[in-house]
């Protein structure tokens, strides 16, 4: 579905994995979509709901490689918009 909908707009995001790590030292993997500009970004977006993310704020201005430090607290996303974890992966 992403891919489709890159190629459609002509969009071609870099992928970066990182760990995304809240105060409680909940973690999870996850994949980043990085765009040339906030515009494809914000399509993005409004298609596939999900968290914006800045390197300057959210790698500790860019000492951090490869972590995302989060602020909040922790909660599991098991759907965002039309991607879904399935279900034998929910527990």
């Known amino acids: ?3 489709e909908f890159c190629e459609e707009r002509g ?3 870099m992928k970066r994995q990182v ?3 809240w105060p409680d030292h909940s973690y ?7 765009f040339a500009d906030e515009a494809s970004a ?3 977006l409004d298609h ?10 959210d790698r500790e201005n860019g000492k951090a490689r490869g972590v995302w430090r989060r602020t909040g607290e922790y909660k599991r996303i098991l ?13």
């Open 28 to 34: 999870e993997s996850w994949r980043l979509y990085c």
């Open 48 to 57: 596939f709901p999900g968290v914006m993310f800045d390197p300057k704020r």
């Open 79 to 91: 759907d965002l918009g039309p991607l879904s974890v399935p279900e034998i992966l929910r527990s």
């Open 1 to 3: 579905m992403i891919r």
């Open 42 to 44: 914000q399509a993005f």
């Open 11 to 13: 969009l071609a995001p």
């Open 19 to 21: 760990q995304a790590i």
